[in-house]
């Protein structure tokens, strides 16, 4: 199995920046594609950010191109996400998810998940 844990969560002002972490533990984590989802409150969870399980495919949600950026570093088992220009539109539980070598945008391809970080933007 391989075990995820985000971090880097918090409250920002709109149009300000955060960057959130997934930390991997097993020695198979350079064999998984890595995806970035977000739940906002009372709606579905969705897409957000992919990386291939070499990082040369990446993929992005329509909603967040330009703005965010999804890279991983195989050696240190961690992947990340920069997002910039936040809106309050953003504001969602962000959770890292994990699958075997290719990013696909549904959730239930994913076989693995962490627990989740709160990203709140203010107006």
């Known amino acids: 199995q391989v075990h995820l844990v985000e971090s880097g969560g918090g409250l920002v002002q709109a149009g300000g920046s955060l960057r959130l972490f997934c930390a991997a533990s097993?020695?198979?984590?350079?064999?998984?594609?890595m995806g970035w989802f977000r739940q906002p409150p009372e709606k579905e969870r969705e897409f957000v950010a992919g990386?291939?399980?070499?990082?040369?495919?990446?993929a992005y949600a329509n909603s967040v191109k330009g703005r965010f950026t999804i890279s991983r570093d195989n050696a240190k088992n961690t992947v990340y996400l920069h997002m910039n220009s936040l809106k309050p539109e953003d504001t969602a539980v962000y959770y890292c998810?994990?699958?075997?070598?290719?990013?696909?945008?549904?959730?239930?391809?994913?076989?693995?998940w962490g627990q989740g970080t709160q990203v709140t933007i203010s107006s």
């Open positions: 097993g020695q198979f984590f350079s064999s998984y594609a």
């Open positions: 990386i291939s399980w070499n990082g040369a495919d990446t």
């Open positions: 998810a994990a699958r075997p070598i290719r990013v696909v945008t549904t959730t239930s391809a994913y076989d693995y």
